[in-house]
């Protein structure tokens, strides 16, 4: 069994990522101290920083992910700045400021930083497209996930199992596992 650390108080995001690496034969586990996250428009320098930091602070190999909404009609809003904007405005106010936009395209992005000691960090990104919903729709999931409509139905009334087969996380850390595979098989090999 590999053990892999995730740095994230994100308990959705947590509980995503162990699910999905379980049947890869790895466990992950939870440190909930946190990580600098750098002010940047892009997921990745932020991803790439985070693990390098966790890793080095850590003295083993670390993994975060830095996640985000990113909504067309509002040129890419509110993207990096999604933590924030879930704290301080939430779904409903967020839907205001899509009242009268008919071009609802948004998509889900989760950046996942990889690092080991010493080591270069690596980001892993996986996107899934959507549509932001009139009201928000379901209970599951956490975060944006009420408002966010793929293919006609809403994160928030998916299933857990069912959002880990096409979420923008699932596809970041398929990513990872064709890297992470591929080392494990060839333990030698640099990055
Ligand atoms: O699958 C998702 N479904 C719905 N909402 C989501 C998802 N993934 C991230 N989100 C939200 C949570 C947070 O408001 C922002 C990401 O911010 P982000 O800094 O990456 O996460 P966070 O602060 O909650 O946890 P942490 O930094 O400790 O890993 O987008
Ligand atoms: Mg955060």
């Known amino acids: ?9 994100n308990e959705g995001k947590f509980a995503e990522v162990r699910d999905i690496l379980k049947p890869f034969g ?3 586990i939870q440190d909930k101290n946190g990580y600098p996250e750098l002010q940047e428009d892009e997921l990745e320098p932020i991803a790439a920083y985070g693990a390098q930091y966790a890793a080095n602070k850590l003295k083993m190999p670390a993994m975060v992910d830095d996640s985000g909404i990113f909504i067309k009609a509002l040129n890419g809003f ?11 405005l939430g779904n ?4 205001k400021l899509m009242e009268g936009e008919t071009d609802r395209t948004a998509y889900f ?10 080591k270069e960090p690596l980001v ?12 928000e729709r379901g209970t599951g999931g956490f ?16 299933g857990d199992a069912e959002k880990n087969k096409v979420s923008h996380r699932r596809r970041a850390i398929d990513s990872f596992l064709e890297w992470f595979k591929d080392k494990l098989e060839n333990p030698e090999s640099k990055n």
């Open 1 to 9: 069994m590999h053990k892999v650390v995730f740095v994230t108080g």
């Open 26 to 28: 790895i466990e992950v």
């Open 78 to 88: 509110p993207g990096p700045y999604s933590r924030f904007v879930e704290d301080k």
């Open 92 to 95: 409903s106010k967020v839907l």
């Open 109 to 118: 992005k989760t950046v996942i930083g990889y690092c080991e000691p010493g």
């Open 124 to 135: 892993f990104p996986g996107v899934v497209e959507g549509k932001i919903a009139y009201e």
């Open 143 to 158: 975060g944006y996930d009420p408002i966010f409509e793929y293919q006609g139905v809403t994160f928030g009334e998916l």
